[in-house]
């Protein structure tokens, strides 16, 4: 069976760190490109970052850029996103999702997510 589970959210302050993990099982995330998105309350889901298969190329929004990294552990089947420096604009659900291809822009077919991981920023 084809599943992504996030993990790693939880409540921190303004300025701490968290890091998001996305596990995959019954398929290899290696043969696809990866993307990380968040939905707040009242918003559209935004695309956060993503990093792609062919080339490793990675993409961040604007909004998080420089705090935000994300990586892929190919022996783990795991990718993750390491969080920095959140700030309470941060807060969302965040979900994992695959494709076979994206955009440089992280635009794509995404197939898989997963059930998300609620990240709240508040002092």
């Known amino acids: 069976q084809v599943q992504l589970v996030e993990s790693g959210g939880g409540l921190v302050q303004p300025g701490g760190s968290l890091r998001l993990s996305c596990a995959a099982s019954?398929?290899?995330?290696?043969?696809?490109?990866i993307g990380w998105f968040r939905q707040a309350p009242g918003k559209e889901r935004e695309g956060v970052s993503c990093l792609s298969r062919s080339d490793g190329s990675t993409y961040y929004a604007d909004s998080v850029k420089g705090r935000f990294t994300i990586s892929r552990d190919n022996a783990k089947n795991t990718v993750y996103l390491q969080m920095n420096s959140l700030k309470p604009e941060d807060t969302a659900v965040y979900y994992c999702?695959?494709?076979?291809?994206?955009?440089?822009?992280?635009?794509?077919?995404?197939?898989?997510w997963g059930q998300g991981t609620q990240v709240t920023v508040s002092s």
């Open positions: 019954g398929f290899t995330l290696d043969y696809y490109a």
């Open positions: 999702a695959t494709a076979l291809w994206i955009s440089h822009t992280c635009g794509g077919a995404y197939a898989y």
